[in-house]
C-alpha cells in the first residue's frame, strides 16, 4: 500500500511538489502576505478626530501626518540609530568573525559559535533590564569609572546634547550600547558564513601575486565578505528600527518609531496612523537594499 | 683624463654586467638545500635537495601524499621549511612572505576571484603595483591574445569553462613576469582531450616565454610528455632526477620503476639465472620479445621460458601475463602489428621463451 503511494507520487513530480510547497506558501500568503496587505490597508484610512472613530475611505492624510515635524523626528532619530548601530556592529563583528571563520581551531569554533548565540537563549527582555542595570547610575559601569576617578569623562560624555542625558541608562547613548549588544549575534553569523565561504587559495593567490596583508584584506576578503556584511546589516537595521522595548526602557522622552506606533494604536487608538507609520521602517528598508545592491553588495552572492 | 676615466668605467660596467649575466645563466633558479618540512611527526618533505635550471620545464612527480605540493608551496612561499634553505637565483628566500617573492603560482582550483572580471583578474599583480589603468589594459590584452581568449576581459570567472578559467590562471600569473612560474596540477581538472591539447600549448607558452616552469603533476604520462626534467617523490623523499627517458630508461629504485610506467621487477634467485647476479632489475613490458620455445638466443639477449596466463586484447596492443619458471608474473606488450584478436586470445596456456636485450635492463638496487 505504501509502496504503491509512493511509486504513485514518483511518477507525478508536480504532485510532490505541489504537497510539499503547498502548505508553507499558504501561510506565507495568508498570515504573512496578508496581514502586511490589511496594514497597507489601514494606513489609508483615517481617524476622524471629533468622533475617534476610524473612517474607511481612501485617503492620502494619514501619509500627510507622518510629515509634521514630531514624527519626521521620530523617523531621523531612528532611522539613525540604527545606522550607528550597524556600523557599530559591522566593525566590533568583523574581527570576531573573520577570527571564527579563520584561525579558530575546530573545538574553539564550536565553542565561540555557541559562545556568541548564547544570549539568544535567554529572554531578550532579561537582557535588556540586565543592561538597565549595568548602565544604571549606581550600576556597575559608573562605580568602575568612579574608582579610577573617570566620573568626569561620563559626565562630559552624557552632557553632550543629541545623545546625552541624566544617566547612561536614560540616554541615547545607553540605548545604543544595550542595541549593539543585543543584535550582535546577527551581524557576527552571517560574517562568519561568507569568511568561511572564500577559498584559501584566493588569499593565497592574492599574497601570491604580489598584494601584502592588507592589500589582500581590502581587495579580495572584505569585497568577498561585504555580502555576508548587508546580512547581518539587514538584521540589525530592521530590529533597531522596530524595536519599541530599548527605547520604552533606556531611552528618554523622544519618541523611536516602535514607540509611537506602539502608543497610536494603542491609547491613541489611531490605527491608520500606526500603520502609515510601519510603512515608513518598509520603505526605509527598500531604500537600504537598492542602495546596498547599487553598491554591488550581492554580486558575489 | 675625464673622458678617459668614464670610458674605463663603462668598460668596467659592461664587463661586470656580463660577469653577472653569466653567473646568473649558471646559478640554478630553484635550489634546496636540505630542506624538511614536518607538520607534527609526519615529515612531508625529508632533507630535501635539488637544483632547477634556469629556463626549463621542471617537473614534480609523484603519488598524493609524496611531499611534491609542499615543496611547491614552500617555493610560492605558503609554507616555510622546517630545516633548511630554499634559493631563488642565489638568494635565500625561505622566510620571505610569498608578496616578496619573484615567483607567481597557478593553483589547482585556478583561485580566480569571483567578484572581478577576467580582466581585472589577470591586472591584479600590476595593480598592487600601481600601473596605470591605460598600461594594464595594454598589458592584459597581450596576455589575452598570448593565452588565446582575445575579447574575454569583461566576462566574470563564473561565466568561463574549466579550460578557460585555467588560461586566465595562467594569464594572471605570467602577466607579472616572475623568474618561476609555479604550477600546482593546473591540468588534474579537465578532461583528457583539453588536457592533451593544454600540454602542447603549456609548453609551447613556456618556450615564448622562456620562464622556468615548475610542474606538479601525478600524472606521469604528463610529466613525461611536458618536462625537460622530472624530479620523482615518494614519501617525503626525492627518489630520482633526471630527463624523462632517465627517469623511464633508467629508474633508479623499485619505486620509480614501478610508478613511471609499468614494469616488471625481477629479484633473488630469477634474476641469478637470467643474468647470474642477484641484485633486483627492472625490465620494460614493451622491451620483452615473445617467442616460441625453440628459439635460439641472439647475442647480448637474456631470456627465459614461461606461459601465458592471460592475455588483454586492447586494440594498438595486447597485454600478456606471462608465469615464468620460478613463480613470478611478467607483464608483456606487444604491437598488434599483424595479429588479430583471434590470433592473441587463442595464445593462453601456450609455452612461449621471452628474450630482451641486456642493455633494456636497469638495476635498481633493493
Keep these: ?89 559591522a566593525i566590533i563583528a568583523f574581527p570576531l568573525a573573520y577570527y571564527i571563520a579563520r584561525y579558530a581551531s575546530p573545538r574553539l569554533k564550536t565553542f565561540l559559535y555557541i559562545a556568541v548565540t548564547l544570549p539568544l537563549w535567554s529572554s531578550y527582555i532579561v537582557r535588556v533590564y540586565a543592561w538597565k542595570l549595568i548602565l544604571a547610575k549606581e550600576g556597575i559601569i559608573s562605580w568602575f569609572l568612579h574608582l579610577f576617578g573617570l566620573q568626569p569623562v561620563l559626565d562630559g560624555i552624557l552632557s553632550i546634547p543629541a545623545i546625552g542625558g541624566s544617566s547612561l541608562s536614560l540616554s541615547p547613548i545607553g540605548m545604543f550600547i544595550t542595541f549593539c549588544y543585543i543584535w550582535l549575534p ?63 526602557s533606556l531611552g528618554n522622552s523622544r519618541f523611536f518609531i516602535g514607540q509611537a506606533v506602539y502608543s497610536y494604536q494603542g491609547t491613541a487608538g489611531n490605527i491608520p496612523l500606526a500603520a502609515a507609520m510601519t510603512m515608513g521602517p518598509v520603505v526605509i528598508m527598500v531604500a537600504y537594499l537598492l542602495i546596498a545592491r547599487k553598491l554591488g553588495a550581492f554580486d558575489a552572492l | 683624463m675625464g673622458w678617459s676615466a668614464v670610458k674605463l668605467l663603462t668598460i668596467l660596467c659592461q664587463n661586470f654586467m656580463d660577469v653577472e649575466y653569466h653567473s646568473r645563466m649558471s646559478i640554478p633558479a630553484i635550489r634546496f638545500e636540505n630542506v624538511s618540512r614536518h607538520f607534527g611527526n609526519v615529515k612531508a618533505v625529508d632533507e630535501a635537495n635539488l637544483e632547477i635550471r634556469d629556463g626549463e620545464f621542471f617537473s614534480m612527480l609523484g603519488p598524493s601524499g609524496s611531499g611534491k605540493t609542499t615543496c611547491l608551496r614552500m617555493i610560492a612561499g605558503f609554507d616555510r621549511p622546517t630545516l633548511g634553505n630554499i634559493y631563488l637565483y642565489g638568494q635565500d628566500v625561505s622566510n620571505l612572505p610569498p608578496y616578496e617573492r619573484d615567483v607567481n603560482t597557478v593553483f589547482q582550483d585556478y583561485a580566480l576571484f569571483p567578484h572581478m572580471t577576467v580582466e581585472d583578474n589577470i591586472a591584479y599583480g600590476l595593480m598592487i603595483k600601481r600601473i596605470s589603468k591605460t598600461e594594464r589594459h595594454k598589458q592584459v590584452d597581450d596576455m589575452l591574445d598570448l593565452v588565446q581568449l582575445p575579447g574575454f576581459g569583461y566576462r566574470k570567472p563564473s561565466q568561463l569553462s574549466g579550460g578557460q578559467r585555467q588560461r586566465v590562471a595562467l594569464a594572471r600569473a605570467l602577466i607579472n613576469h616572475p623568474k618561476v612560474l609555479l604550477l600546482d596540477e593546473p591540468l588534474g581538472a579537465l578532461d583528457l582531450k583539453l588536457r592533451q591539447q593544454m600540454q602542447v600549448e603549456l609548453k609551447a607558452i613556456q618556450k615564448s616565454v622562456g620562464i622556468t616552469f615548475i610542474f606538479v603533476t601525478h600524472d606521469q604520462e604528463e610529466a613525461l610528455a611536458m618536462s625537460d626534467r622530472i624530479a620523482v617523490f615518494n614519501e617525503g623523499r626525492i627518489q630520482q632526477v633526471g630527463t624523462p627517458s632517465d627517469i623511464y630508461e633508467r629508474p633508479a629504485s623499485p619505486f620509480v620503476a614501478g610508478f613511471v610506467g609499468t614494469s616488471n621487477l625481477i629479484s633473488g634467485e630469477i634474476a641469478k639465472r637470467i643474468t647470474g647476479s642477484e641484485e633486483m632489475f627492472s625490465i620494460r613490458p614493451e622491451k620483452i620479445h615473445l617467442d616460441s620455445t625453440n628459439s635460439e638466443p641472439e647475442k647480448d639477449m637474456l631470456c627465459i621460458d614461461g606461459v601465458i596466463r592471460d592475455v588483454v586484447y586492447l586494440g594498438l596492443f595486447t597485454r600478456y601475463l606471462v608465469e615464468i619458471e620460478g613463480g613470478n608474473d611478467l607483464v608483456v606488450v606487444v604491437q598488434n602489428l599483424k595479429t588479430t584478436s583471434m590470433d592473441v586470445l587463442s595464445a593462453k596456456g601456450q609455452k612461449v621463451r621471452l628474450h630482451w636485450h641486456k642493455d633494456h635492463i636497469s638495476r635498481v638496487g633493493g
Design chain 1, 1 to 89: 500500500m505504501l509502496n504503491r503511494a509512493s511509486t504513485y507520487l514518483y511518477q507525478r513530480p508536480k504532485l510532490i511538489l505541489a504537497l510539499l510547497l503547498g502548505p508553507p506558501m499558504l501561510y506565507m500568503l495568508v498570515v504573512y502576505i496578508g496581514s502586511l496587505f490589511t496594514l497597507l490597508i489601514n494606513s489609508f484610512f483615517y481617524l476622524e478626530e471629533f468622533t475617534g472613530l476610524i473612517v474607511r475611505q481612501f485617503t492620502l492624510r494619514t501619509y500627510l501626518q507622518l510629515f509634521s515635524p514630531t514624527n519626521l523626528g521620530i523617523f531621523g532619530r531612528t532611522a539613525g540609530m540604527a545606522m550607528a548601530v550597524t556600523i557599530a556592529d
Design chain 1, 186 to 248: 546577527y551581524m557576527i553569523v552571517p560574517i562568519q558564513t561568507a569568511l568561511e565561504r572564500v577559498p584559501k587559495s584566493l588569499l593565497e593567490a592574492s599574497s601570491d601575486l604580489g598584494a601584502n596583508a592588507a592589500q589582500t584584506f581590502r581587495n579580495v576578503i572584505l569585497p568577498l565578505a561585504f555580502p555576508g556584511v548587508v546580512a547581518g546589516s539587514i538584521f540589525t537595521f530592521s530590529l533597531t528600527l522596530g524595536d519599541f522595548i530599548v527605547p520604552q
